[in-house]
């Protein structure tokens, strides 16, 4: 494929992307954020197989670049995600003790 057709993909991959990510709700966003992690997580597995299949010292920073990167991504999402599944718990209601009413703190 010519460099034209390729940055072509990219461009069309981009347009779509961002259209099918715009309209997806907020009640959804934490599940598909936590299967994007998991399908990232095999890309990184897919690098690492990689780097010992590559020649060349490039090609070996690339992929230890694109690896670091991945990992930032995985870990941050998943803690974005336990932070969002975190505002969805109860927080406990503080016990009266003695038949007291519990004071409004203010």
Do not use: C, Y
Request: aromatic fraction near 6%.
């Amino acid at each position: 494929m010519s460099l034209v057709t390729e940055i072509a993909i990219l461009v069309l991959a981009a347009f779509v992307g961002f259209a099918v990510i715009s309209k997806i709700p907020n009640t959804l966003h934490t599940p598909l954020m936590s299967g994007t992690n998991a399908i990232h997580g095999i890309v990184l597995l897919g690098g690492l197989i990689a780097i010992s299949e590559v020649s060349g010292w490039f090609n070996e920073l690339i992929l230890v670049i694109a690896i670091a990167f991945g990992t930032i991504n995985v870990v941050g999402g998943f803690l974005v995600t336990d932070r969002m599944l975190e505002m969805f718990k109860k927080r406990p209601t503080p016990q009266a003790q003695d038949g007291a009413q519990p004071e409004d703190e203010a």
